[in-house]
């Protein structure tokens, strides 16, 4: 907890502050309305544990921020449940910003999510600060009001090569959810850290995002493949 304690703090300041990445565009609407409160958005999934946790930490935050910080205009946060659903996350966005007038607005959790809310944050040039680990690194070049607030998974990625090396791994499976065509299912950041202790990838198996049961077969895999699996070790990584 106090990790993610910590965490949501530093994405606050982030909406107090003025930032480089944000092409200082969520210094001059705070500017805008020095005289009034503050409103900030968010929209998480309650229907998720990662949803309700991010809920927490943000209430957490907003509290410690009252109790510490020394500013004229305390924030205002306003959250809305997207319930996991993109179109519910954009009707969310445009009440957060047309009703509440929020000059930012965080969560996101899914790149489903973020890529629907984008072009809203564009338009109204609110800032959209994303949680989600899967966007990609040209977003913020086609939609320059949205931020990738996730932490970097490179602190991750070292911890696979030396797991791989210490296990003398030679050829690598990686089956991974395939979750959008938009954006490439299987982290650059994993196929760079196993090339980094020259195993070889022997085989890319995207999974269907609507499989619900772990059966390769569905997906179109060879069967030989498939008895050969069975055959291997098995480490799993999870990136949310």
Request: overall charge neutral.
């Amino acid at each position: 907890m106090f990790t993610s304690h910590c965490f949501s703090m530093i994405l606050f300041l982030l909406l107090l502050c003025s930032s480089s990445r944000m092409s200082n565009a969520l210094n001059d609407a705070l500017k805008k309305q020095q005289s009034d409160m503050l409103s900030l958005g968010a929209v998480v999934d309650y229907t998720s544990l990662a949803g309700k946790k991010e809920k927490v930490a943000m209430d957490l935050a907003i509290e410690d921020i009252y109790a510490h910080a020394n500013h004229q205009n305390f924030p205002t946060l306003h959250v809305e449940n997207s319930r996991g659903d993109p179109f519910r996350a954009a009707s969310s966005v445009k009440t957060l910003i047309e009703k509440q007038h929020a000059k930012a607005i965080i969560g996101f959790g899914t790149w489903q999510e973020a890529v629907f809310v984008a072009q809203l944050g564009n338009e109204s040039k609110v800032p959209i600060l994303s949680l989600a680990n899967e966007v990609p690194q040209w977003a913020s070049c086609h939609w320059p009001f949205l931020v990738n607030a996730a932490r970097s998974q490179n602190a991750q990625m070292k911890a696979l090569p030396a797991i791989i090396q210490s296990w003398k791994w030679r050829k690598v499976n990686i089956i991974y959810e395939d979750m959008n065509p938009a954006v490439t299912g299987i982290s650059p950041e994993i196929i760079a850290a196993i090339q980094e202790v020259d195993a070889e990838i022997n085989d890319l198996l995207p999974l269907s995002f609507s499989s619900t049961s772990f059966s390769l077969k569905k997906v179109g895999a060879p069967e030989k493949w498939v008895v050969q699996s069975f055959h291997c070790s098995y480490f799993h990584y999870l990136s949310h």
